[in-house]
């Protein structure tokens, strides 16, 4: 069971990623955008971040960067469907475990999440 | 150290600690006379810790029934963030002390929500018995009566701990340290 931020601005993909992470046990808090997910952090501790890296007001790279300097222990799973911002993330594997290509499949994304819980003490 | 799927696994709290800790507690616990006692297990984590505390509980004198309920904690925002019943129990809490045992006790979220939800259906008495209290994450209010370990935050598996259903088995609570 972990604590798990999820950053992503679609409603659906959100609810859906929610729904499933949490049907595993873990405890899910949602936001729709990175300063929403950043308010979080500064207020809580988690496990994990997952965020998408195309996100209205603050973007998924603006988070991974202010959430590796307040809390550089916690993994950061990045998301995104374009290549481009996939690129854009590549400076930022120091601080992040992955990037994970949407469209993915549940037992993708539990993977990536499980894989992302077991570095963070490694 | 134990290597389990490849993986190093530093040991926390060994198998006799737990046991200790877990007979103490079922002494404590067996202290005051109880009313018709229902434990309920907050499934999943909770399921091993729970078979042992019910067994500690039966050699400290007590006859309880045993329920399980599943919840499950998601939502956006931290005060509006819904916990919904995955699978209720079946029995009737009317007047009853129940104790709720639980495996980890991080934000309270889902242990408030399931001791209001007993009180609102009309229990004498609801207590709480967790393994491990990560009191650094605690939103609110909310104290175990019983806690067997105070838990630094470190993300811990074993002894029904789970990371993606892995590690489960382990006898003991621990952390993953990385690659073998």
């Known amino acids: 069971m972990a604590r798990i931020l999820i950053a992503e601005d679609e409603d659906t993909l959100r609810r859906f990623v929610a729904r499933a992470l949490a049907m595993d046990g873990h405890d899910i808090v949602e936001a729709a955008d990175g300063a929403e997910a950043l308010e979080h952090i500064e207020a809580e501790a988690f496990d994990l971040l997952l965020s998408d890296i195309r996100m209205p007001v603050m973007d998924g790279i603006a988070l991974a960067t202010a959430t590796a300097d307040l809390t550089p222990a916690m993994p950061i799973l990045l998301m995104t469907g374009y290549a481009e911002q996939r690129e854009r993330a590549e400076p930022l594997m120091r601080i992040v475990v992955d990037v994970v290509e949407k469209p993915f499949t549940l037992p993708q994304i539990r993977q990536a999440v499980a894989d992302a819980l077991m570095a963070k003490a490694a | ?167 489960r088995e382990l006898p003991f609570v621990g952390v993953v340290k990385g690659d073998a």
């Open chain 2, 1 to 167: 150290m134990p290597v389990v799927r490849g993986k190093i696994i530093e040991p926390l709290f060994t198998p006799e600690m737990i046991a200790e800790r877990n007979r103490t507690m079922a002494a404590e616990i067996a202290e005051s006379p109880k009313q018709d006692l229902l434990v309920i297990s907050i499934l999943k984590g909770s399921f091993i810790f729970a078979a042992d505390l019910i067994r500690a509980l039966h050699d400290a004198g007590l006859a309880p029934e045993v329920e399980f309920i599943t919840l499950s904690s998601y939502g956006k925002g931290t005060k509006s963030q819904g916990v919904k019943i995955i699978k209720d129990i079946d029995s009737d809490v009317r007047d009853r002390d129940i104790l709720l045992i639980d495996d980890i006790l991080e934000s309270g979220r889902t242990l408030r929500f399931a001791r209001d939800l007993m009180y609102e259906r009309g229990a004498r008495n609801v207590d709480i018995a967790v393994l491990l209290d990560k009191r650094s994450r605690r939103e609110g209010s909310l104290d175990a009566e019983y806690v067997g370990f105070e838990c630094p935050d470190y993300f811990v598996v074993g002894y029904g701990m789970d990371v993606a259903y892995a590690f």
